[in-house]
């Protein structure tokens, strides 16, 4: 079949379209600056990038020893150049977010474009609105360019790596070239390398592509992987992100959240439907070692990601950077279709095949959404559990308070919001927080300690594991306790005898409970700040009633069923003996 459509009009069409999509685009800007930015890590970013601006290097803390806790090198260098612009922080992360997801689009339309066949596609921008629209009513793909993280920073560069890869084995690109944007990558999320090699030693198999070619690219590749890890080493102490010590460690013992990397994965892969659909609906003999070089490397990605531990993989978040290696294969394929000069009924599947095909596009397109059923998403939650391998939970803490009932719950932005601006900020410089949620807080007060009891943000925890000890050593002047989903760090913590000598501690304040150190320095001032939080977040509720007098723990794990895995989350980790 030959599709023969006017340029003219096509490009008015385009025109049009585009105009459309930008103005989307920017109402979804706007509405996002009006509501609150809630992915806490992409507030590490903007401490670090101040921190630089004040001559202490890439550093967490005011001490200045230089912190690897940015997965993302790349990122933080933009986030850096961002912080020059007169927005918000809030702002310029999600500006930041959101131009890189503009990007992508961009990038995924000359991916197309530039290896096209059809005079008709070989213009950026008549493809651009066929790529931008799906994307467009993409709830992941829209989410994700909106949170301030680096994910869209690699969806931009990774499209840029599947069009000059293309171009390449056309014979059209040096390989140097593309070792430039694969170190870039490697910078902007390291796994990106497992696709970046496979996506062009897979073309110099099947296709056109020189292994000699290929040989050089991943030489230069290699070169700039080892170079940055020995000025990492050199520069920081280590030479991978204090993360990969925190996650190969066991650092997650008993956390107690289901981050569902499966289920993830099967969310990308619906998102993409539409592109599989025409996939599977318009390959042809001759199109299998294009779309096996494409696939094959995101598919083999997706399978290492779902081994990973996922922490803030919200919408996706790990697999929406390979949306080109869907997108560019599947308009290649139109692409053949609209070309006058192609030749496809020859090489066209059989009448049964191209049946199956079609109807598995349909599944694509009509089933992956109805996948969230009760029974399905059991079955997925499961998988998810056996993946993440973290089988073992460990029972709540009891404490004993005067208060027969319970503080209320907050929202998650209110307590990051209410610890940070109005308990921490406010205190005099140099005073120190411990907390594992520490993104906003470590933007909300740049003149502050924040000690990441995560170990993300760590060298000390990260390299040598959490100590209780050790962070009573360090005498941070408030302990916002662990997440909930700490069992076991939980635990360890409030069971220690140093903690309740040396601190007041409140069950429930800001969910987790807050300890406040008796001899700090800063103590007149601590209280005062506490006293308004109190006021704002409990009023009517006496502040003395939920002083902590005792704590225990029986130290028991066992093996949650997800419907145990949700009571929890609902419950917390901390129980009140008279609750």
Known sequence: MQIAIPRKGANIVAGVLIVALAAYAARQLSLAFKVPLIFDDSYMFYRYAMNMRHGLGMSWNLDGVHTYGETSLLWGIIILLLTYLPLSIPHLLIFGSWVCGAGAVFAMAWAVARNAQSEWMKST?????????????????????????????AAMLLAVFVGLALRWEGGHVQPQWMSLVAIALFLTRPESALP??????????????????????????????????????????????????????HAYEGYHRTLHPLSNALEMLANCGLFLAVILMWTRRPDLKL???????????????????????????????????????????VDKRVDNSARQEANAWSGNTALALGCAALALVFLFPAVRGPRVIALLEAADMALERRPYVYDPVRVEIAATQPLPKKVWYDNIHGLGD???APLPSGATIAASEVGYLGAADLHGNVIDIAGLNDNQIALHGFNMDALLKRAPDIIWLPHSDYTYQLGVMLTDPGLLAQYDLYAGVADYGVALRKDSPIRPQIDRQMAILWQEFYPGYKMADYKVTAASWSGRKYKPTPEQDRQAKKNGSIVAGQF
Do not use: H
């Open 125 to 153: 921008w008549r493809v651009l609105p066929i790529v931008a629209i799906p994307l467009a009513i993409s709830p992941i793909y829209v989410a994700n360019s909106l949170t301030g993280m680096e994910t869209m920073l």
């Open 196 to 249: 970046v090699l496979l996506l062009p030693f897979l073309l110099a198999v099947f296709g056109r592509g020189s292994k000699r070619g290929f040989a050089m690219f991943a030489g230069l590749f290699l070169a700039g992987i080892v170079l940055d890890l020995l000025v990492c080493r050199m520069y920081f102490g280590t030479p991978l992100p204090l993360s990969f010590y925190m996650k190969s460690g």
């Open 291 to 333: 779309v096996l070089s494409l696939l094959v490397p995101a598919l083999v990605t997706f399978a290492y990601l779902c081994t990973v531990t996922q922490i803030m993989g919200w919408k996706a978040r790990y697999y929406v950077p390979y949306f080109a290696f869907f997108v560019v294969p599947a308009l290649l394929l």
């Open 422 to 424: 109005v308990l921490f």
